[in-house]
């Protein structure tokens, strides 16, 4: 099978992005990120505190699409409940919450200092 072109491949990447705004988590996960973006700005923080949140932000986002690819591959290779499988899809979505938990004590973090100092 022929490779698809550097383009191609690169344009089935952004549909894979652009369908994970079907995902209800990813959609939330967005906003979240758009609302650091925004108090980036407002509180005009440092390039070093503005990479450390962007860098968990995009860290979160990107465990979801790995959290939800392993779930529908999960449900393709078996769409009957399963425990084995449940146990599969429940440390994948650990993986996302470990994330997110991270994010939020980073965000802590960087923000207290712009907003309590």
């Excluded at 923080?45 to 860098?55: A, G, K, Y």
Aim: hydrophobic share 55%.
């Amino acid at each position: 099978m022929r490779k698809p072109s550097l383009q191609k491949s690169f344009l089935h990447a952004l549909n894979g992005i652009f369908l994970m705004f079907s995902e209800r988590n990813f959609k939330l996960e967005c906003l979240a990120f758009g609302i650091n973006l925004i108090l980036i700005f407002y509180l005009k923080l440092s390039n070093i505190d503005s990479i450390l949140i962007v860098t968990v932000s995009f860290g979160v986002l990107v465990a979801e699409i790995f959290n939800t690819a392993i779930e529908k591959i999960c449900d393709f290779i078996q769409p009957d409940f399963d425990p084995k499988i449940g146990f599969i899809k429940d440390i994948s979505a650990g993986a996302v919450v470990l994330m997110a938990i991270l994010s939020v004590i980073i965000g802590f973090l960087v923000y207290w200092k712009y907003i309590f100092l």
